[in-house]
């Protein structure tokens, strides 16, 4: 059975895909979960974090782009980006406790980034905690200024 850990990393794994201009991968979750062995409760969990991606990707975009300083989301890793969707969905938006949803992100990033890639998702996903109080207006207002 699958744990929690891994429908992360399969989440991680179809969000690469649909970083990386795949946006067709959307039809083919079900058959990639059932293929890395993610089933019943760690599936339902592995959609709920997908899904929950995809329907709140523009929040979680500007929230992540808020903590870039002198760098731009565009040039954020197509791996890196999708572990930090991950990491800023389940700190914004679910139950997860906020340093698990961190800590859960960081060792995804083990796996497939390297000692750069597990301090920036640290130090970004730590600035998203830290600012949920903004305001999703403020930050597009902010962001529009710095252009």
């Not at 399969?10 to 979750?29: D, E, P, R, T």
């Not at 990491?87 to 390297?114: C, M, P, Q, R």
Request: cysteine-free.
């Amino acid at each position: 059975m699958a744990t929690r850990g891994q429908a992360r990393e399969a989440v991680v794994q179809l969000m690469y895909a649909y970083g990386s201009g795949n946006s067709g991968i959307v039809k083919f979750v079900d058959e990639i979960l059932e293929e890395k062995k993610i089933k019943n409760q760690q599936r339902e969990f592995a959609l709920g974090l997908f899904n929950g991606i995809l329907e709140h990707l523009e929040e979680i975009d500007l929230r992540i782009t808020h903590q870039l300083k002198n760098w731009d989301f565009s040039r954020i890793g197509d791996m890196e980006r999708a572990i930090l969707r991950l990491g800023a969905y389940e700190i914004i938006f679910s139950d997860t406790d906020k340093a698990v949803a961190i800590n859960e992100a960081l060792e995804i990033a083990k796996i497939f980034g390297n000692d750069n890639s597990t301090r920036f998702i640290n130090g970004i996903l730590d600035g998203v905690s830290k600012n949920l109080k903004i305001k999703l207006q403020d930050i597009q207002e902010a962001l529009k200024d710095n252009k």
